[in-house]
Nanobody, 111 residues
Framework: QVTLVESGGGLVQPGGSLRLSCAVSGSLDSINVMRWYRQAPGKQREWVAVLTNYGSTNYADSVKGRFIISRDNAKRTVYLQMNSLKPEDTAVYYC?????WGQGTQVTVSS
C-alpha cells in the first residue's frame, strides 16, 4: 500500500515562492495519477493540479501560470512549485496518488 508524506509548507510573503514535496513510500510508477488539493479554513477541499504517468498536466484556473507540478521518479517524489503566491493561496495542501492521501502541509501567505 502506498503512503504519501507532504512537506515544504510554511509562512511566505505575498509574491513569494514555495516548493511542496510529496514523498511516495512505494513505487511512483505504480501510481497512475498524482494530484494536489488544498483546503482553506471554512472551505471545501479543492483540486489544484494533476500529473499523469504520461506526463500530462493540468491546473485549476486559480493557479494556472503560477504553480507547476512535477515528479522525480528516482526520488519517488512529486513536487508543487508555487510562485507569485497570494493570500488566497493560504490552505492546507494535500497530495493524492490514485486513492491514497497524504496528511497535508500548511501554507500561509501573509505579510
Amino acid at each position: 500500500q502506498v503512503t504519501l508524506v507532504e512537506s515544504g509548507g510554511g509562512l511566505v510573503q505575498p509574491g513569494g515562492s514555495l516548493r511542496l514535496s510529496c514523498a511516495v513510500s512505494g513505487s511512483l510508477d505504480s501510481i497512475n495519477v498524482m494530484r494536489w488539493y488544498r483546503q482553506a479554513p471554512g472551505k471545501q477541499r479543492e483540486w489544484v493540479a494533476v500529473l499523469t504517468n504520461y506526463g500530462s498536466t493540468n491546473y485549476a484556473d486559480s493557479v494556472k501560470g503560477r504553480f507547476i507540478i512535477s515528479r522525480d521518479n528516482a526520488k519517488r517524489t512529486v513536487y508543487l512549485q508555487m510562485n507569485s503566491l497570494k493570500p488566497e493561496d493560504t490552505a492546507v495542501y494535500y497530495c493524492r496518488g490514485d486513492s491514497a492521501w497524504g496528511q497535508g502541509t500548511q501554507v500561509t501567505v501573509s505579510s
